[in-house]
C-alpha cells in the first residue's frame, strides 16, 4: 500500500524559504520509472505541477517557477524535500506530495497516489 | 508549454445526467493525459490515464477518450458522489511538464 505524507512549516513569511517534506512508504524510489512530484492548489483556485524527481534523480521544475524550486530525494529514508525561496503571500496554498507511476515503456502516465496535502500560508 | 484547457469550466447537472467534460491540449500530447476528480478539502483522486485506461477501483460509468489534441471525460449517468471538480493533466515527456487544466466543477442542479 502506498502512503505520502507531506510535513513542514503551516507559516512562512515573505522572502523566506520553504522546506516541505514528502515521506513516503509502500514503493521504492529506485524503481525503473517512479517519481514523487509536488503539486500546490492556492485556496479556491486549481491545480499547479511545480516539480518533479524521478528514480534516476532526474529533476523536473515548472517554467514559471524553476529559479525558486529545488528537489531532492533521500532514497534511505524515503523522503523528498521541496525548497522554494522567495515566498511571497500568492504561494500561499496547499502543497502536495504524489506518486508517479509510469507504462511498461517507462513513460510516466498518471500521479496516482497523493498525500493528504499541507496548508502553506506567507504573511509577516 | 503545453496549456490545457477545459470546458466547461462550470457544469450543472442532476442525478442520472449523462456529462462530458472536454480537454484541449494546445500542442499534441499522444495520449499522455491523466484526468483527476477532486472533492472539497481532499487530495485528487486518479480517474483515467493513458486518456481512456480507467484507473482500478474507479467506477465504469467514468470514461475517457481521445488523443493528440482533444480529450473527453464521460460519466454515464452521474451520481450524488460524482458531484466534485475534475481536472485534466498532460505528461508529455517533451517538452517535460505535467500542466494541469482549470478544473470544471461539476454542481447539482
Known amino acids: 500500500q502506498i502512503t505520502l505524507k507531506e510535513s513542514g512549516p503551516t507559516l512562512v513569511k515573505p522572502t523566506q524559504t520553504l522546506t516541505l517534506t514528502c515521506t513516503f512508504s509502500g514503493f521504492s524510489l529506485t524503481t525503473n520509472g517512479v517519481g514523487v512530484g509536488w503539486i500546490r492548489q492556492p485556496p479556491g483556485k486549481a491545480l499547479q505541477w511545480l516539480a518533479l524527481?524521478?528514480?534516476?534523480?532526474?529533476?523536473r521544475y515548472s517554467p514559471s517557477l524553476k529559479g525558486r524550486l529545488t528537489i531532492t530525494k533521500d532514497t534511505s529514508k524515503t523522503q523528498v524535500v521541496l525548497t522554494m525561496t522567495n515566498m511571497d503571500p500568492v504561494d500561499t496554498a496547499t502543497y502536495y506530495c504524489?506518486?508517479?507511476?509510469?507504462?511498461?515503456?517507462?513513460?510516466?502516465?498518471?500521479?496516482?497516489?497523493w498525500g493528504q496535502g499541507t496548508m502553506v500560508t506567507v504573511s509577516s | 508549454d503545453i496549456q490545457l484547457t477545459q470546458s466547461p469550466s462550470f457544469l450543472s447537472a442532476s442525478v442520472g445526467d449523462r456529462v462530458t467534460i472536454t480537454c484541449r491540449a494546445s500542442?499534441?500530447?499522444?495520449?499522455?493525459l491523466a484526468w483527476y476528480q477532486q472533492k472539497p478539502g481532499k487530495a485528487p483522486k486518479l480517474l483515467i490515464y493513458a486518456a481512456s485506461t480507467l484507473q482500478s477501483g474507479v467506477p465504469s460509468r467514468f470514461s475517457g477518450s481521445g488523443s493528440g489534441t482533444e480529450f473527453t471525460l464521460t460519466v454515464s449517468a452521474l451520481q450524488p458522489e460524482d458531484f466534485a471538480t475534475y481536472y485534466c493533466q498532460q505528461l508529455n515527456s517533451y517538452p517535460p511538464t505535467y500542466t494541469f487544466g482549470q478544473g470544471t466543477k461539476v454542481e447539482i442542479e
Open positions: 500542442q499534441g500530447i499522444s495520449s499522455y
Open positions: 524527481i524521478f528514480w534516476d534523480d532526474d529533476q
Open positions: 504524489a506518486h508517479l507511476t509510469s507504462d511498461t515503456r517507462g513513460y510516466s502516465t498518471a500521479f496516482d497516489m
